[in-house]
């Protein structure tokens, strides 16, 4: 007996090692509920995380109006932002920054018998010390607050606790007590908004940080952006309360009396799929601040569905064939044969970004390229944003190919370029007038003409011109200033104004005259030493430009701050400038330095740096001075030009010239290949690391002894330390 008894005792202990030796599991049973958004995952990845959830006790949600953590693969506020819009989400941003923590008590009641509810939550708010000493539970996390209360903080009346729609056939019908609480720190905004109407979009890695670590990980470090979900949609869920009851689901509520909704007895399949058809009903219904651009949306993609120049998505109930492409082994032969020019090093090495490759001003297949832009441009003017991309790629890596393309299997061997371009070429190749039907239909469609008239207005873009179309009903110009004049901003209004002037092309003489005309009223303000580069399409070649990029700067770091406003107003009392429509000072209020890798700055784009808009007239002219019989002075008759006059510091005057010297798709893909070759954000007023933020000085100004007495060393160092081949202006048109 006594050997038995041991023989059992050693047993136990055993066992208790090896499970003290195996990973614990992180308990999530405390955070809210929880909704995966499904977007750039797989069905099948999607099912194992949301079956990961479960069995690690998360309170997992289907609908994302209940859910306080959204889960997902999303690195960046804007794309959170877009996820959450396109569910019909109305929200107000949380400045992620500064929000405060505060710890959240959650204390687990008594076990129950299992034909009463489990007991409700009851929670404590509190600010947090930092310098508390608590020994939180090794599961704690930064979290939100749990959605699954049906009372508010006084907790008299019982409820049921918050299950996911996976588990809940697995839900126990007791609960063990637990004297120590649940502790938790909550990020709250300074506001002190109702934590139930935030809602958290964490990175996916946290979940897989939090498996690997064996408990759940700091939300802080993996939270991408935060909302606050607005009033109407909080009345919304709670209208919704009476359908959810009416199909065998149970209501209850958040802190702040909101519904959170749990199914309670699963009912037939038929009710349910009832209940849910009305719920969607009713969501879709709601009026938000996004009604206006849903509306302008929808009727667009009536108005394009089944077209051809739209994406295949859009065509999917479209009684056309498709242009199919013929392939035979003949092709691959012929593509293979020695009459074919030899590839070029980045065909063959695979070389996706556009900035790892020359793009002459001009190409052999500049006429296939043309059908291609029209193409982009209707998916430009339909809000097919994946759809511009795409051809932007396509066509940078048609117009690098230094070959005229003779085959589809030529097509296919470009980067960037795959089936749906190689069949574009084979009906351009094998139609008797050399034109693609998607780009002859771009030309005559009515819609479109009225989009692209919009489109060319100065300060109008892709969006407020379907807004002009489908929300104010305007046909043309005359319908934007007899109906809405008032009502455009004074940027548009100088663009109506002037429309058929911008329109007209600068040729160089005259882009070098305003050049020399803006750098001598720089060295007037400020002295000789400033210096002047024009950019953009001149510095690329064109033999015409639509409009004139300047980049002004000066050797001492002091000079370039706030210099934009003293030329401007030197311009001005000349009357070289007739409006100024934006100054911006963006660089100057951060001391010139270089944008932080995470910036607050609203609009920050690829460009920060200080820089006015203005509108030029030439003040040249025959007669200028001169009355008429009735007394009026002669009218200038030069055409008004549109005129961008940046300052850039000196300690990054390489980046700067780089960036508004290169062809758009060259400069997007000199930013990708920064960010995942090298690590580092590329913005034309420097680069920084983005693990650590340090900004990388890759002009080598802070020796004096290595800095760049010249703006062109200074933009090849810019191509070195990103590892890049130096290709002169000519050669980065990309378009």
């Known amino acids: 007996l006594m050997n038995y008894h041991s023989t059992s005792a050693s047993r136990v202990r055993n066992e208790q090692t090896v499970q003290l030796s195996l990973p614990s599991k992180p308990n999530l049973s405390a955070l809210t509920s929880i909704y995966v958004l499904p977007a750039h995952i797989a069905t099948n990845e999607l099912h194992e995380i949301e079956h990961q959830l479960v069995s690690l006790g998360a309170p997992l949600t289907y609908d994302i109006r209940e859910a306080c953590l959204v889960l997902g693969k999303v690195t960046k506020p804007r794309r959170a932002r877009f996820e959450l819009q396109a569910r019909k989400l109305c929200f107000k941003d949380v400045d992620t920054v500064n929000l405060r923590r505060t710890r959240v008590h959650i204390h687990q009641g008594q076990s129950q018998a299992k034909d009463k509810p489990p007991p409700t939550k009851r929670r404590k708010f509190e600010e947090f010390d930092a310098q508390s000493t608590d020994d939180d539970s090794t599961n704690s996390a930064y979290l939100g607050p749990s959605t699954g209360s049906s009372t508010p903080a006084e907790g008299n009346d019982a409820g049921a606790e918050p299950m996911s729609q996976l588990s809940i056939s697995q839900a126990s019908t007791s609960q063990t007590s637990d004297p120590s609480p649940y502790s938790a720190a909550l990020p709250v905004s300074l506001k002190k908004e109702k934590p139930a109407n935030l809602i958290m979009v964490i990175d996916l890695a946290w ?33 919704e309360a009476s359908t959810r009851e009416a199909s065998g689901m149970t209501t209850s509520r958040r802190m702040d009396g909101s519904p959170c909704v749990s199914p309670e007895e699963p009912r037939g399949i038929v009710e349910r799929a009832k209940a849910e058809a009305e719920l969607k009903a009713k969501s879709q219904a709601y009026y938000s601040r996004t009604a206006k651009r849903d509306r302008v949306s929808d009727a667009a993609k009536r108005d394009f569905t089944d077209r051809t120049f739209t994406s295949a998505a859009s065509r999917k109930s479209s009684s056309q064939r498709p242009h199919l492409l013929h392939e035979s082994t003949s092709d691959y032969e012929e593509y293979a044969s020695a009459d074919l020019p030899p590839m070029p090093d980045w065909v063959r090495e695979k070389k996706i970004y556009a900035c790892q490759r020359v793009t002459p001003l001009s190409s052999q297949n500049d006429a296939f390229i043309a059908q291609l832009k029209q193409i982009k441009t209707a998916r430009l003017l339909t809000n097919d944003e994946v759809g511009v991309r795409a051809y932007s790629t396509s066509i940078a890596s048609l117009a690098a190919y230094p070959y005229a393309i003779r085959s589809t299997a ?15 070429f084979h009906e351009w190749q094998t139609s008797s007038d050399h034109c693609i039907q998607a780009a002859k239909d771009v030309e005559k469609d009515p819609i479109l003409k009225v989009l692209r008239l919009f489109y060319d207005i100065w300060g109008v873009g892709a969006t407020t011109a379907r807004e002009f179309y489908y929300d104010k009903k305007w046909q043309d110009l005359d319908d934007v200033v007899e109906y809405g004049w008032g009502s455009l901003s004074r940027l548009q209004q100088i663009g109506v104004k002037y429309y058929d002037e911008f329109l007209l092309k600068i040729p160089r003489s005259e882009v070098e005259a305003i050049a020399g005309i803006v750098e001598q009223h720089a060295c007037k303000v400020i002295d000789k030493r400033i ?40 311009l001005e009392q000349e009357g070289w400038i007739t409006h100024t429509l934006t100054m911006n000072l963006t660089n100057t209020k951060r001391g010139q330095e270089t944008l932080p890798y995470i910036s607050n700055t609203k609009g920050a784009g690829f460009d920060t740096l200080d820089k006015a808009l203005v509108v030029w007239q030439d003040q040249a002219f025959p007669g200028k001075g001169s009355v008429d019989a009735d007394g009026k002075k002669a009218k200038n008759p030069n055409p008004h030009r549109r005129v961008d006059i940046i300052i850039a510091p000196w300690r990054t005057i390489g980046c700067a010239v780089a960036g508004w010297t290169s062809g758009t798709t060259f400069q997007r893909d000199l930013r990708r290949y920064a960010k995942r070759v090298k690590g580092w954000k590329f913005d034309s007023s420097g680069i920084r690391e983005r693990g650590t933020g340090k900004w990388i000085d890759v002009e080598r100004w802070t020796d004096p002894k290595t800095r760049c007495t010249n703006w062109k060393d200074a933009e090849k160092r810019v191509f070195d330390s990103l590892g890049l081949e130096f290709f002169e202006p000519w050669e980065r048109c990309t378009g």
């Open 410 to 424: 030529e097509v296919l061997a470009l980067p960037g370029c795959d089936r749906k371009i190689a069949r574009l």
């Open 531 to 570: 210096v002047c580069v024009i950019v953009g399409g001149y510095r690329r070649g064109k033999a015409e430009s639509g409009d004139v990029d300047l980049i002004l700067s000066h050797p001492e770091q002091i000079a370039t701050a706030g210099l934009v406003e003293k030329v401007v107003d030197s």
């Open 207 to 239: 979940l897989k940080d939090s498996a690997r670590l064996g408990k759940p990980q700091d939300l802080q470090k993996y939270l991408v952006h935060a909302v606050e979900i607005l009033p109407d949609v909080m009345q919304s869920s709670a209208a």
